[in-house]
């Protein structure tokens, strides 16, 4: 499908975000919130479809990727505060940003049982590779916004243990013992672990979360193209997690009330049994626009979502060079091709 830049409209979106981020009214930087927790649902399917989308098994509703209107607020200000100089640099280059690109590294690093069974084949590995960049090109529909981001694979490695493939994100160690050895680069690389993850299809860390080791993405190999997870099995989990890896929010931070997920162009959506839903008519929220049901950032399945809008595609570029890019990433906006590394 050919790819839609939308050069004009990811133009007047950044200006919107710049304008939204550079307001007087962004408050100081908060200390620190507490690990969020989603409230569970109370509609047996709702319950079910959520738990399948990543929220823990147990019905709590946990997500580590949720995240409460003060911590959206103090990202708002930590990006006012941390991109400035970037941001003056993209207002003066404009022009060139449909001419940017940012290649991220990737290492993967695949956790099979001590049989060595569970690890995904090359093809499936090859495949979600395929679809990540897709996504990130703005080629996943025709309604999606083209970023300036790229992957490509600088390693991978296979590691057998059982312990770790049977990876549990809530009550034990496997995310900082598996991290902490295995772990390569630094903020601006991605370190992706492929497990069994038991109580999620997903999460990742943030980039204004400084998590040094800790720092990557974690997936379920059933989510993988071709695995066995129902709904979820076409790659779009790993486009999802990226995108928080990146800086955004879900769709359906904060509900109806402001700041919602700090993105102008996407409509608020509220947080309850709709954020599952594929309907193209939910209208959850008084505010203008229906649900972003397709969007990456929303809970829907791999079916339904494809699609990030140019507001999204600013704000992972402006959180890029605030968190994650080199310093010399820092200097004049340069031609597609040579921001190396």
Not at 47 to 69: I, K
Not at 306 to 327: E, I
Request: with cysteine.
């Amino acid at each position: 499908m050919a790819r839609h830049s939308f050069p004009a409209i990811r133009h007047a979106a950044l200006a919107v975000v710049l304008a939204t981020i550079l307001a007087p009214a962004v408050v100081a930087p908060a200390a620190a919130a507490p690990p969020p927790t989603v409230s569970s649902t109370t509609a047996e399917c709702a319950e079910e479809a959520m738990s399948t989308a990543g929220v823990s098994a147990d019905g709590q509703g946990e997500d580590p990727n949720d995240v409460s209107r003060e911590r959206v607020e103090s990202v708002e200000a930590l990006l006012a505060g941390a991109a400035q100089q970037a941001i003056l640099r993209l207002l003066s280059r404009l022009g060139d940003l449909d001419h940017l690109r940012v290649t991220v590294p990737v290492h993967v690093h695949v956790i099979t049982r001590d049989d060595g069974s569970g690890a995904p084949s090359q093809d499936r590995l090859d495949a979600q590779l395929e679809v990540l960049n897709s996504a990130f090109a703005g080629q996943a529909s025709a309604a999606s916004s083209a970023t300036v981001f790229r992957f490509a694979v600088h390693s991978i490695d296979y590691t057998a243990n059982s312990d770790w493939y049977d990876w549990f994100l809530f009550g034990d160690t496997d995310d900082a013992e598996a991290k902490t050895a295995l772990h390569r680069g630094g903020p601006g690389e991605l370190d992706l672990y492929i497990t069994g993850l038991q109580d999620a299809l997903g999460y990742a860390t943030f980039p204004f979360d400084n998590a040094g080791p800790l720092d990557g993405v974690v997936i379920s190999a059933e989510t993988l193209p071709g695995g066995g997870q129902d709904l979820y099995n076409l790659g779009d989990r790993l486009v999802h997690e990226v995108g928080h890896w990146l800086g955004l929010f879900h769709t359906f931070e904060n509900g109806c009330e402001s700041p919602g997920d700090g993105v102008p162009d996407t409509p608020y959506q509220h947080d309850g049994d709709n954020i599952v839903s594929c309907s193209e008519f939910e209208d959850t929220c008084p505010a203008p626009g229906l649900d972003p049901v397709h969007n990456f950032m929303s809970y829907g399945d791999d079916h339904c979502i494809d699609r990030f809008t140019p507001g999204q595609s600013v704000r992972m570029l402006l959180a890029w060079f605030a968190f994650r890019g080199a310093s010399s990433h820092l200097g004049p906006l340069l031609p597609m091709g040579t921001l190396g590394w």
